[in-house]
């Protein structure tokens, strides 16, 4: 099975595309008027033109209340048990990082240092950790973008978004599933 990388080459954002259905600041729900920003390539979508323009004036409160609800989201089904950087069980101190909107969880604030010293190759990591644990209770039959069964263009195409992953039945699916995630996670499921 193929392996997604975590960013397409090029592009601005780098990691995962925004994974949250709400407005950071406002609460309401995202539609497909979203309004998206990119912040140290890092995506980020608002209600409107005034949230967003809290992004560059009041930056770090943004990104605390966006990676708030991020650790909320994904944490309750965050696939490992042990620290990807130093293979040291998961226990009550464990911490919650959101590095490039993905929830990172470490053993200590040490290796969340160490994780972003080569973030792409420390996510390629986390992904391919996520698709050993989570491969064999995979049940997708086909591909959630193209409705293609899985496994007709040779062997599936797995990406991780949010921690999850989804089967493609091509690398060619991956930049739709990646535009509107939520849309086809859901369909995944």
Known sequence: MAMASPAFAGDAVVGDPYPLDKCPLSGKALTDEAVVAVKDGREFKFCC??????????????????????????????????????????????????????????????CVDSFKKDVAGNLKKLDAAVIEKQKDAHTAKTCPVSGEELGSMGDAYNVVIANQMVSLCCKGCEKKLRAAPAKYMAAAK
């Open 49 to 110: 033109n005034g949230c967003k323009g809290k992004l560059d004036s009041d930056t770090a409160s943004v990104i605390g209340k966006a990676d708030a609800a991020i650790i909320e989201k994904q944490k309750a089904s965050y696939p490992l048990d042990t620290c990807i950087m130093s293979g040291e069980k998961l226990g009550d101190k464990a911490v919650d990082a959101v590095i490039n909107n993905r929830l990172v969880r470490v053993c200590c604030a040490d």
